[in-house]
């Protein structure tokens, strides 16, 4: 069994920052991919980014140049560093993680932290 903790929603102001974490933690051998999704009232969930194992990094446009992802093997933590912040980055965001055990491979989910950006 995994679980994933994400942490660091909270409310800002437009033009600030926020960093989110999520950590995994569990029956873990390793992790390949991490990302980080969104879901705002109404809308559908959407990816924001998304990292391999690599450090290959992935970016919606709507965040390019405002978010970096990055992750710590050593703590099986994806990070998401946000700046810039829009009232239309409000959403729930979660993470996601591809996790292979000793036998198998699955796709795990977090339960979300909420980002909301208001004046």
């Known amino acids: 069994q995994v679980h994933l903790v994400e942490s660091g929603g909270d409310l800002v102001q437009p033009g600030g920052s926020l960093r989110l974490a999520c950590a995994a933690s569990?029956?873990?051998?390793?992790?390949?991919?991490m990302g980080w999704y969104r879901q705002a009232p109404g809308k559908q969930r959407e990816l924001v980014a998304v990292?391999?194992?690599?450090?290959?990094?992935n970016y919606a446009d709507s965040v390019k140049g405002r978010f970096t992802i990055s992750r710590d093997n050593a703590k099986n933590t994806v990070y998401l560093q946000m700046n810039s912040l829009k009232p239309e980055d409000t959403a729930v965001y979660s993470c996601?993680?591809?996790?292979?055990?000793?036998?198998?491979?699955?796709?795990?989910w977090g339960q979300g932290t909420p980002v909301t950006v208001s004046s």
């Open positions: 569990g029956s873990i051998f390793s992790i390949n991919a």
């Open positions: 996601n993680a591809d996790i292979r055990h000793t036998i198998g491979r699955r796709v795990y």
């Open positions: 990292i391999t194992s690599g450090g290959g990094t």
